[in-house]
């Protein structure tokens, strides 16, 4: 790492060593101390609320104070509350079982902080994904470093500034850079190492970490299904399926990617996908409420699949209020449906993470569920229906990180479900006790106690261990 990479002259590396030394000359942080850090992250996320407001707006060309606060300010407080809420029953160590032959001993196991924990964050939401696992790092006792994303620059220098006032480095310290910072990150020997991000990069970054045996969680992306099921497009679905798709200009990991449509319903979904957008934002994509894309890569992407699935015959459709003249705001994409697209179009190959949704439509729940399982595994499937023999049907047979019934992406905001994927969409989870006992070592101890009950099993054996042999494996059979 160059010097532009360093923190008061420190290289990451040496940050790293400094957080270690200090982590290893201390007695792990009190229940007290805990919840300390915890509010003086809570405070300082609310010292800084406009300033994260404002940079993160500035960073995506716009983003509306209210969808920030929404999305994450509200998220990342929730989760310190629930953690400091919580954190003493997290703590206290679990009794375990003692099998017969041990039964004077205690065993139980005992939640100790792994020691740093290496945080990596991508653009998206930039102030919650990275926060909230800090939150996390510093409920399980550890300390932390974070590597935000560089396509978020002056939010990810806020973060800097604001954790840089509240904790020395030895506690929290936060990286900047592109993506040899974050090659050179992922190589370092963390205790643990939490990476949000695309399937790709979390590749890339599972290797680096296997140099040192770090453990990982893996946050990342993919096609996230929302099924309608025959006879279901009413208002209150496809606000959901909207909101969800269309928050933060649909650079959400657990958008719904697409929808499964009955084939009888599709005119109706259109209809009323098209009302409801216009609801939502009744000035067109230009309006407050509705979020740009973050960079002109991504938004020169996003073109190019609709030009792709466009050339390829699929119908292309502007939803909501159409503008009257050309957008005066950089990036805007209206909210748009593709109808008809094929399997090998880019659309129905790649992770959109755009205000784009390809329907496709179905005739029965065979067909959905075959379609799901012949492709990677989600990071979260929603359903939207009566919670009959179908829908328990798709829940049994598809596996997803997590899953939505009669909603979209709230499931994220409850902070006592794991969250996380399976398979190409991840591994691991945090949030919830998940979070906490994935930060942790869980120590087993077994303790014998003033009793040694242990040495019937010891030579000379004797008449109590033939007493405990036949309670255990029975009467021996003589063999004829
Ligand atoms: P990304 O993978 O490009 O970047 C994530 C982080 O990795 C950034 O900090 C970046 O600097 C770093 N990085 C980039 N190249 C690297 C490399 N070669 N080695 C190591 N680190 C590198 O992801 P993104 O574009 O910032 O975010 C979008 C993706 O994240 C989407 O796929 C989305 O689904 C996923 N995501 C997942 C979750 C989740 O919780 N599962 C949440 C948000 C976003």
Redesign the pocket.
């Known amino acids: 790492m160059n010097a532009s990479h360093q923190i008061n002259q420190l290289t990451a590396s040496e940050i790293l060593q400094q957080q270690r030394r200090a982590f290893l000359n201390a007695e792990p942080p009190t229940l007290t101390q805990r919840k300390a850090n915890l509010k003086k992250l809570r405070d300082v996320v609310i010292a800084y609320r406009s300033e994260l407001q404002n940079a993160v707006s500035e960073d995506f060309g716009h983003r509306s104070y209210h969808e920030t606060d929404v999305m994450e300010l509200v998220g990342i407080v929730q989760s310190i509350d629930y953690l400091s809420k919580k954190l003493r029953r997290f703590m206290k160590p679990d009794r375990r079982h003692v099998s017969l032959f041990y039964r004077s001993a205690k065993a139980y196991v005992e939640y100790q902080p792994k020691g740093i924990i290496g945080v990596?964050?991508?653009?998206?939401?930039p102030i919650s994904?990275t926060l909230i696992p800090l939150a996390t790092a510093l409920a399980a006792g550890n300390r932390a470093m974070l590597?935000?994303?560089?396509?978020t620059p002056r939010t990810s220098d806020v973060l800097h500034r604001m954790l840089s006032t509240t904790f020395s480095s030895d506690e929290v310290a936060v990286i900047l850079g592109?993506?040899e910072?974050?090659?050179a990150?992922?190589a370092l020997p963390f205790d643990h190492l939490l990476?949000?991000?695309?399937?790709?990069?979390?590749r890339?970054?599972m290797k680096?970490a296997s140099d040192n045996l770090v453990p990982l969680t893996l946050?990342?992306?993919?096609k996230s299904p929302v099924i309608i099921a025959r006879g279901n497009i009413n208002p209150r679905t496809l606000s959901s399926i909207a909101y969800g798709k269309l928050s933060n200009g649909g650079q959400?990991?657990?958008a719904p990617d697409y929808a499964l449509v009955h084939e009888e319903d599709l005119e109706a979904f259109i209809q009323q996908y098209d009302e409801t957008v216009t609801r939502f934002y009744p000035n067109g994509p230009d309006c407050a409420d509705y979020t740009s894309i973050v960079s002109d890569r991504h938004y020169v992407r996003l073109q190019g699949l609709l030009d792709d699935a466009r050339e390829k015959g699929a119908r292309v459709i502007e939803m909501g209020t159409q503008p009257e003249s050309a957008s005066n705001r950089v990036r805007t994409l209206a909210p748009t449906l593709v109808i008809g697209a094929k399997e090998d179009d880019s659309i129905m190959q790649e992770?959109i993470?755009g205000p784009i949704l390809p329907i496709k439509t179905y005739r029965d729940i065979d067909e959905v569920i075959t379609y799901i399982n012949d492709r990677p595994r989600p990071?979260a499937l929603y359903y939207f229906g009566e919670k009959d023999a179908d829908c328990r049907k798709l829940l049994r047979r598809t596996t997803s990180g997590n899953v939505g019934i009669n909603n979209t992406i709230i499931h994220v905001a409850q902070d006592d479900l794991p969250?996380?994927?399976v398979g190409a969409?991840?591994m691991g989870a945090y949030h919830g006790i998940e979070g906490f006992r994935s930060m942790s070592h869980a120590k087993g101890v077994f303790d014998q106690g003033r009793w040694n009950l242990p040495s019937l099993l010891q030579a000379p054996f004797g008449k109590l261990m033939e007493l405990a042999l036949v309670m255990t494996l029975g009467q021996k059979k003589t063999s004829k």
Do not use: Q, R
């Open positions: 990596m964050a991508p653009w998206n939401y994904l590597k935000p994303s560089e396509l592109g993506p910072v974050g090659a990150f992922s990476f949000t991000g695309s399937t790709p990069v979390g890339k970054v680096a946050e990342l992306g993919g959400t990991c657990v992770e993470f990071l969250f996380g994927g969409s991840g």
